[in-house]
């Protein structure tokens, strides 16, 4: 006889609650400071997405995924639109944590470099 794996309650309806006001900002996501900078280099470049994508070797639709970041691509990814972009993926990953080092509310920077890290399980 087969076993049937067990079911599991639906889960509930309903919207979010929102964030208490006074909790904490939200730091951004690795995934959209990589976005706006690889957003930011193409426009520099004066260039479309269709033909970053192109020598990339990705679709224009998936670039533009990254860019919004909507996606978390793997580093073979990164590595080829960096490459597109004539940046290095060393000089790129500088560029996404300066960014979000300046992005960091005051307290945090003046902290002497220690910020609290939540992760979700």
């Known amino acids: 006889m087969a076993e049937t794996a067990p079911q599991l ?10 964030a208490p006001r006074d909790a904490a900002p939200v730091e951004p996501l690795w995934r959209h400071m990589l ?8 426009h520099d470049r004066g ?4 033909e ?8 224009p639709q998936y670039l ?7 996606k978390e691509p793997s580093s073979e ?6 490459g597109a972009l004539g940046v290095t993926l060393l000089d790129l990953t500088t560029g996404v944590a300066d960014g ?4 960091r509310p ?13 992760l979700a399980a």
């Open 9 to 18: 309650p639906p889960a509930p309806a309903g919207p979010r609650r929102p």
């Open 77 to 82: 990814m990164i590595a080829a639109v960096a």
């Open 35 to 42: 976005g706006d900078r690889l957003r930011k280099l193409r």
């Open 47 to 50: 260039e479309t997405l269709g």
């Open 52 to 59: 970053t994508a192109a020598r990339a070797g990705v679709s």
């Open 106 to 118: 005051a307290a945090q920077r003046s902290s002497g470099g220690r910020a609290a890290v939540a």
């Open 100 to 103: 979000l080092r300046a992005s």
């Open 64 to 70: 533009s995924e990254m860019e919004r970041g909507a």
